[in-house]
């Protein structure tokens, strides 16, 4: 009876599953054209090896699965790996055994993003995780600013040119009067002439009668 107790323990231990998946993150952000590392954590097994193990990664949008990692019996297939992946993930092969899978995504795309699922399967257990990723468009990098001569003058520069306009005004109007104070002068100085030349000559005809 005993026996069969124990027996039954062991079987529903097996059975109930100990192999589990996790994300170390469940959520990422990152921009366009930088590089980004996800992570997954597995239970692993001093008894078993990785050539037994498969992973199979993948992204999962609204449009279409693409197949991001896949590793069959504890080596790469980078032929079964969707073309808007291709070149761009690596991963930490050293890590593996230690139940860390690592991937290392480059060059990030907008359309990268979505959910990432990986399912890892051992000689008899198996199980997922899953995460987010969220790429935002590249920022616009303000341009070098140049001179601009178009560009509205500063409150200085209206300043200055209004003083020099103010003195240009200023010694205009006073050239002007100083013309026009000439011109007084020399009309008074030919009308006194004038007078006297007359009177000149009408005391010389009072002479000569």
């Not at 899978?101 to 995780?129: A, I, P």
């Not at 303000?142 to 240009?168: H, K, V």
């Not at 026009?180 to 030349?197: M, P, Y």
Request: glycine content about 6%.
């Amino acid at each position: 009876m005993i026996c069969s107790i124990l027996l039954l323990i062991i079987l529903t231990s097996c059975v109930s599953g100990t192999f589990v998946v996790n994300v170390t993150q469940t959520s990422y952000q990152a921009e366009e054209n930088h590089d980004i590392t996800l992570e997954w954590t597995f239970t692993t097994n001093p008894h078993s090896s990785s050539n037994y193990l498969f992973v199979f990664c993948e992204l999962l949008t609204d449009l279409r699965p693409s197949v991001l990692f896949y590793l069959h019996e504890g080596v790469e297939v980078p032929e079964s790996q969707d073309e808007q992946f291709a070149g761009r993930v690596q991963w930490d092969k050293d890590v593996l055994r230690e139940g860390q899978l690592r991937l290392h995504v480059s060059r990030l795309r907008t359309e990268d993003s979505g959910m990432y699922v990986c399912k890892v399967h051992t000689s008899n257990e198996s199980s997922s995780g899953k995460c987010w990723l969220h790429v935002t468009a590249a920022r616009d990098r303000p341009e070098p600013e140049t001179p601009n001569t178009t560009s509205p003058q500063q409150p200085e520069s209206r300043g200055r040119i209004g003083l020099y306009c103010g003195l240009t005004t200023a010694a205009a109007l006073l050239g002007f009067g100083f013309c026009l104070f000439r011109k007084v002068l020399q009309r008074e100085a030919d009308s006194h002439l004038a007078n006297i030349t007359y009177r000149s000559a009408d005391d010389g005809s009072e002479l000569n009668h």
